[in-house]
C-alpha cells in the first residue's frame, strides 16, 4: 500500500503556506517586490510589434545585405561624432573675457538650440497628428527658436553677469517658451500634443535629474553610502523609462527607439561618466557587479521566454523546422483562417509609422483589417503603471486567499490523509484536481495566443538590442571622447577633464574601456540567445530600427551628447561647482 507524503497530500489539497516567521514575511515582501520591479521593465512588458511592422521587418531581413547591415550599425553614429569633433575644434575664449569676446561659447549656444529644436520638430511630426511643416518651415522656425534663444541669452549676460550662473536651468524659459508657442500656435490644443510636450519636458527633467545623481555620488564616493547610492542609479532609470512610456504609449511601435535612445543611452553616458571618475576601486567594482547582474537577469529572462516560443509557433503553422520565428509568423499572418483563430486582443495591424511594403503585402494588411475580432482599441491601452497596480493587487488578493483558506486547507490535508490510508494511490487520485483558471490543455487553445506571444517578443528583442548596442558603443566612445579632447586647448574648460592630462588618461579610462568590452561580450551573448531560440539574426532587427527611424535616432544621438559632452565646460556655469549644466 502506497501512502502519500505530507507534501505531496498538501499540494494536492490547495494548501498555503501563510508566513509565520520573521524570515517568512521577508521572503514574502521581496517575492512581491519583484513581481513589481518585473511589471515595470519596458522591455518584456510595455508592448507588441504590429502586424504591419512584422512584415516590414520580415522584407528587411530578406532584402537587406549582411555588408549594409554591418554599415548601418557602424555608421549611424558618425554624424554625431563628427559634430562633438567639430564643435571642439572651434575655440574657446577665458570667461573673465567677458560675453563680447567669448564667441565660441555663443556659437555653442546657437548649435546647440539648432539641433535641440530641430529634434524636437522632427519628433512632433511623429508624434501629433497634423504637424507637418515643409523644409522652409523648419528653417525657418529652427533658426527663429536658436536665434531667440542665443539673443536672450546675451542680454541677460550683458545686464546681469557673465558665464550665467547654472545656465540649463536659469534659460529654460528663453528656449522652450518659444517652443510651446510655436506648436501650440500651429496646431491647437490637443490630447497628442499635450502627451508631446511632457515628452518634451521629461527629457528636460533628465537633462537636470543625472547631474544631480552625478553630484551625488561624487560626494558619496569616499563615504560608506556608496553602494546604495549607485544602486539608486538602476531605480532612477526604471522610473524615468516608465514615464517616458507613459507619454509615448500612443505610438507602439516607435516607443523601443523612443525610450532606449532616450533614458538608456543617457543612463550609459553618466555610468560612463560616474566610473571614469570613480575614486576608489570599490566603487568601480560595484558598479560593474551590479550591471552584471542586470544583463544577467535580462539574458535569463529573454531565455525563459523564447525556449519554446519557436517550437509552438512552428506547430501552429506547420512551418518547416528550419524557418525562424519572423518568417513562420510571416506565414500566420498569410493564412486567413489560422489568423482568425489566433486571440487578437491588443493585436494592431496597421503601424503608427508609415512603412515600406510590396504591394502584395499592403493587399495583406486590407484584407487582414477587414477581419472580424480584431482590435480595435487605441494604442493607449498600454499603461504600464496598470501593470504595477496589477502586481500589487494580485499580491493583496493571494494574502487574503492565505488568510481566508487556512481551515478549509487543513481540513482538506486531514481527509485526504485518511483516504490515503485506506485507498491505494490510483493515477486519478494521484493527479491534483485541475482549477477553474488553469489552463486548458488542448492544442487549440494552447496555440491561439502564440500571435500575442511572438509579437511581444519581437518587441522585447528589439527593445534589447538597441540597448545592448548603445551600452557597448557609449563606454568605447567615451574612452575615445578622453583621449581626444585632452590633446586640444579647450581641454582646460572641460569640468569632466578637471586632474587628467595627456599624461594620465589612458590609465583613468581603463576601467571604462574594460566595462566596454564587458558590454560588448553582453551584445554577443544576446544575439547568440536569439538566434539559438528564435532563429532571427537579431543585428538586422537593430539595422532596421536604426535605418527606417534614421532621422529620430540620429536627432537624439546629437542632442545628448551635446548636451552631456560638448556642454560641460566652464561658460555653462560656475568654474568652482561639479554640477555641470549644460541646454
Request: with cysteine; aromatic share 10%; proline share 4%.
Amino acid at each position: 500500500m502506497i501512502h502519500p507524503s505530507l507534501a505531496e497530500a498538501k499540494a494536492r489539497s490547495g494548501y498555503i503556506q501563510i508566513p509565520t516567521t520573521s524570515c517568512d514575511r521577508v521572503r514574502a515582501a521581496f517575492n512581491c517586490l519583484v513581481r513589481l520591479w518585473a511589471s515595470l521593465q519596458v522591455s518584456y512588458y510595455g508592448g507588441r510589434y504590429s502586424i504591419e511592422r512584422v512584415l516590414a521587418l520580415d522584407k528587411y531581413t530578406r532584402t537587406t545585405s549582411l555588408l549594409r547591415v554591418f554599415v548601418v550599425c557602424v555608421g549611424t553614429p558618425m554624424p554625431m561624432v563628427a559634430l562633438v569633433t567639430l564643435q571642439e575644434l572651434l575655440p574657446l575664449q577665458e570667461p573673465e573675457a567677458g560675453w563680447r569676446r567669448n564667441y565660441g561659447f555663443w556659437c555653442r549656444v546657437f548649435m546647440l538650440g539648432v539641433i535641440v529644436s530641430h529634434t524636437y520638430l522632427i519628433q512632433g511630426k511623429y508624434m501629433v497628428d497634423g504637424f507637418a511643416p515643409s523644409s522652409w518651415q523648419l528653417v525657418v522656425f529652427v533658426l527663429g527658436i536658436s536665434g531667440t534663444y542665443t539673443g536672450i541669452g546675451m542680454i541677460v549676460a550683458a545686464n546681469l553677469l557673465f558665464p550665467i550662473p547654472f545656465f540649463y536651468i536659469t534659460m529654460t524659459p528663453a528656449f522652450y517658451v518659444p517652443l510651446l508657442i510655436l506648436l501650440y500656435c500651429t496646431l491647437g490644443k490637443s490630447r497628442k500634443l499635450t502627451k508631446y510636450v511632457c515628452f518634451i519636458a521629461t527629457q528636460k527633467m533628465m537633462g537636470m535629474l543625472y547631474p544631480i545623481y552625478q553630484l551625488l555620488f561624487h560626494r558619496a564616493s569616499t563615504t560608506d553610502f556608496v553602494l546604495p547610492v549607485i544602486l539608486l542609479l538602476p531605480v532612477v532609470k526604471l522610473v524615468v523609462k516608465n514615464v517616458v512610456l507613459y507619454f509615448t504609449h500612443h505610438l507602439e511601435d516607435l516607443t523601443p527607439e523612443a525610450v532606449i535612445f532616450t533614458v538608456d543611452f543617457y543612463n550609459a553616458l553618466y555610468l560612463a561618466t560616474c566610473m571614469e571618475s570613480a575614486s576608489t576601486l570599490h566603487a568601480m567594482l560595484i558598479f560593474i557587479v551590479t550591471d552584471f547582474a542586470q544583463t544577467a537577469t535580462v539574458l535569463l529572462g529573454m531565455h525563459r521566454r523564447t525556449a519554446t516560443i519557436s517550437q509552438r509557433l512552428l506547430e501552429a503553422t506547420g512551418a518547416l523546422e528550419s524557418e525562424s520565428v519572423l518568417s513562420a509568423l510571416s506565414s500566420l499572418c498569410q493564412r486567413p483562417s489560422t489568423f482568425q483563430s489566433q486571440n487578437r486582443g491588443g493585436v494592431h495591424v496597421r503601424s503608427c509609422f508609415r512603412h515600406s511594403l510590396d504591394r502584395q503585402d499592403l493587399q495583406l494588411l486590407c484584407r487582414l483589417e477587414r477581419l472580424p475580432g480584431n482590435s480595435s482599441d487605441d494604442p493607449t491601452r498600454i499603461y504600464l503603471w496598470s501593470s504595477a497596480r496589477s502586481a500589487i493587487s494580485e499580491t493583496r488578493k493571494l494574502t487574503s486567499l492565505r488568510l481566508t483558506s487556512i481551515s478549509s486547507s487543513f481540513s482538506r490535508l486531514a481527509s485526504s490523509r485518511r483516504l490515503a490510508a485506506i485507498q491505494p494511490m490510483t493515477k486519478s487520485t494521484a493527479a491534483p484536481k485541475r482549477r477553474q483558471d488553469d489552463p486548458i490543455p488542448t492544442d487549440v487553445f494552447k496555440h491561439s495566443n502564440i500571435l500575442r506571444e511572438t509579437l511581444g517578443v519581437l518587441y522585447t528583442a528589439e527593445c534589447l538590442v538597441l540597448m545592448a548596442y548603445v551600452e557597448a558603443f557609449i563606454p568605447l566612445f567615451y574612452c575615445t571622447y578622453m583621449l581626444y579632447m585632452v590633446q586640444l586647448p579647450n581641454a582646460e574648460y572641460h569640468t569632466e577633464l578637471r586632474n587628467v592630462n595627456r599624461q594620465n588618461v589612458a590609465y583613468t579610462t581603463r576601467v571604462v574601456f574594460l566595462f566596454g568590452l564587458l558590454q560588448v561580450a553582453s551584445f554577443v551573448l544576446l544575439v547568440l540567445l536569439v538566434r539559438r531560440n528564435c532563429g532571427i539574426q537579431i543585428w538586422y532587427n537593430l539595422a532596421f530600427v536604426l535605418e527606417t527611424q534614421m532621422a529620430l535616432v540620429q536627432g537624439k544621438l546629437m542632442v545628448w551628447m551635446l548636451v552631456t559632452l560638448a556642454c560641460r565646460v566652464v561658460h555653462f556655469g560656475k568654474r568652482t561647482t561639479r554640477l555641470c549644466v549644460a541646454v
